[in-house]
């Protein structure tokens, strides 16, 4: 059984601002919609990329240039970690809650577009991470409703914007592929599998220092680490896009530079699963979910991945920086993790619904 995709969101930053106002009072409501859109979210631990969908339909392939505030041209509209940044034609830089009000074309695989506003922008606990609050129009009662859905409380569920895009098909040789991109941008609703990655410390803008023993240092971009990551979340042991996960099961993960680090439990509770790269399982010690089928799914399509040439878990892994030093980043494991037996025990009994 595998998880159901969930589909990206990559924006065209188009058209209007007006400041000192409230989004509703500004207008926008009165312009006409492309297309009919409803919003679904389908987030969760393990199963979701993005946490959006319209429809079913992939909202893919915007683009941050042309944007424009009250008409007037923005140039060299950037995303710089996850604030937007911009000039305007006198060179006063535009950043951060200058882009609240910002309305923008979202276009979808079927050649669609819809319309999308920013109506709020604030700073989460960690200073690094700006979250946005992300509405679309809905054309059935020309209300404006959250891209990401609602919190419990009924509040909209914000976004963290994340350079380049995602490849969200499942059992491709691109399938679950980070795209990088200057131009194009994703929402990853917060609780999908991507702002999951961010919060956990894999920040995709930032390097980390790494070094060997014999004294030799170079930088580590994260952005491989979230990949790697995104990955893990997801259980894509074949790097294709496809999970064999589900919605419950605890994770235990960490890396060698430190960010996350190794987690003690209760004996019998953690459980060795996998190491993993930007491109899937480096190689593969047990499965989190469904374990006959994750199984069989991996013999058919990346045995390579069970016959490693080193021990999984093992002191020869391209993990330790002795060895994985040389070693490119989507060829080496940069993360290794356990999932919680009990857990997965719980949920293949019936016993857990989360």
Wanted: hydrophobic share 35%; charged share 20%.
């Amino acid at each position: 059984m595998h998880a159901t995709k969930s589909l990206g969101l990559v924006l065209t930053m188009m058209v209007a601002w007006a400041g000192g106002c409230s989004p509703e009072e500004r207008g926008f409501e009165e312009e006409e919609e492309t297309s009919d859109v409803r919003a679904a979210v389908m987030s969760g631990n393990g199963t979701s990329v993005n946490g959006t969908s319209v429809n079913g339909t992939s909202i893919n392939g915007t683009s941050i240039n042309g944007t424009s505030i009250n008409g007037t041209s923005i140039n060299g509209t950037t995303l710089n970690g996850t604030l937007l940044v911009g000039f305007s034609l006198g060179g006063l830089m535009i950043k951060g809650p200058a882009f609240i009000g910002t309305q923008m074309n979202a276009h979808l695989d079927d050649g669609s577009v819809i319309k999308v506003r920013i109506d709020d922008i604030d700073m989460s606990l960690d200073p690094e991470i700006f979250l946005y609050t992300v509405k679309y129009k809905d054309k059935a009662d020309g209300k404006w409703k959250s891209i990401c859905g609602n919190e419990p409380s009924g509040q909209p569920r914000k976004a963290i914007p994340l350079r380049g895009v995602w490849d969200y098909s499942e059992a491709t040789p691109t399938g679950g592929a980070h795209i990088d991109s200057s131009s194009l941008f994703t929402f990853a609703c917060e609780g999908s599998t991507l702002a999951k990655c961010v919060n956990l410390g894999y920040k995709p803008w930032k390097v980390v220092n790494e070094c060997n023993k014999s004294g030799s240092c170079h930088d580590v971009s994260l952005s491989e680490a979230h990949q790697a990551c995104v990955r893990m979340v997801r259980a894509d042991y074949c790097g294709d896009g496809m999970s064999h996960t589900t919605n419950g099961i605890s994770i235990n993960l960490w890396d060698p530079f430190k960010i996350q680090k190794q987690k003690a439990g209760v004996p019998g509770q953690w459980a060795s699963e996998a190491e993993w790269s930007p491109t899937g399982a480096i190689c593969i010690e047990g499965y989190r979910f469904h374990e006959e089928a994750a199984k069989s799914y991996v013999e058919l399509r990346c045995p390579e991945r069970i016959d490693a040439s080193f021990a999984c878990f093992g002191g020869q892994s391209t993990f330790d920086p002795k060895y994985g030093y040389p070693v490119p980043l989507d060829e080496r494991s940069l993360l290794r993790n356990e999932y919680d037996a009990n857990d997965k025990a719980a949920v293949i009994g019936g016993g857990r619904e989360d």
